[in-house]
Nanobody, 121 residues
Framework: QVQLVESGGGLVQAGGSLRLSCAAS????????MGWFRQAPGKEREFVAT????????YYTDSVKGRFTISRDNAKNTVYLQMDSLKPEDTAVYYC??????????????WGQGTQVTVSS
């Protein structure tokens, strides 16, 4: 049974940091590209970052470049999103997904339940 479980969200002040984790079970994170997306209230789910299954390539949306880092620990079968210099506009529910190396929601087959990130000004 494929399952993705996100954790690490919370409330942080602007300028602070959080590290999100996405623990996978039922499959290996080396078998698929993994991505992070976010969804703010009243908005559509949007792409944040993705990492190839080989781990060699990473891609970020422009608004998080230089602040967020996606990584993967194959031994723990877990994907991470290190978020630094957080801004209020980063506030959203963050989701991880497994699928193709893509910025499109439709290219991801499995999703976690999400973790809330709230950045106060």
């Amino acid at each position: 049974q494929v399952q993705l479980v996100e954790s690490g969200g919370g409330l942080v002040q602007a300028g602070g940091s959080l590290r999100l984790s996405c623990a996978a079970s039922g499959f290996s994170v080396m078998s698929y590209a993994m991505g992070w997306f976010r969804q703010a209230p009243g908005k559509e789910r949007e792409f944040v970052a993705t990492i190839r299954r080989s781990g060699g390539d990473r891609y970020y949306t422009d608004s998080v470049k230089g602040r967020f880092t996606i990584s993967r620990d194959n031994a723990k079968n877990t994907v991470y999103l290190q978020m630094d210099s957080l801004k209020p506009e980063d506030t959203a529910v963050y989701y991880c997904g497994s699928g193709s190396y893509s910025q499109l929601v439709r290219d991801y087959d499995y999703w976690g339940q999400g973790t809330q990130v709230t950045v106060s000004s």
